[in-house]
């Protein structure tokens, strides 16, 4: 069972920034895929950012040139950098990795945007 704890989350004002972190309980490169999710109140849960096993990473549109996914297998830890937040990315900040088909997530932390 891998076991993903998430921080890094808290309150920042618009225009901010927050680096979350994401450590894994075993070997990083064991997994297909990395990635952060993040869930807002009433919405449902989103893609924002991933990272393959070859390193190939992937964003949502809306977090482009904004957010960078990164890791490193020694500390077996990802984190995602946050950058120019908006309001409207007020959420639950989820962290997912998945083998095969088998999907596990964080407990995930809460990263508020507000003035």
């Known amino acids: 069972q891998v076991q993903l704890v998430e921080s890094g989350g808290g309150l920042v004002q618009p225009g901010g920034s927050l680096r979350l972190s994401c450590v894994a309980s075993?070997?990083?490169?064991?997994?297909?895929?990395m990635g952060w999710y993040r869930q807002a109140p009433g919405e449902q849960r989103e893609l924002v950012a991933s990272?393959?096993?070859?390193?190939?990473?992937k964003y949502s549109d809306s977090v482009k040139g904004r957010f960078t996914i990164f890791r490193n297998g020694a500390e077996k830890t990802m984190w995602l950098q946050m950058s120019s937040l908006r309001p409207e990315e007020t959420a639950v900040y989820f962290c997912?990795?998945?083998?095969?088909?088998?999907?596990?997530w964080g407990q995930g932390t809460q990263g508020t945007v507000s003035s």
């Open positions: 997912n990795v998945k083998i095969l088909r088998r999907n596990y």
């Open positions: 075993e070997n990083i490169f064991n997994f297909n895929t």
């Open positions: 990272i393959n096993v070859g390193g190939v990473t």
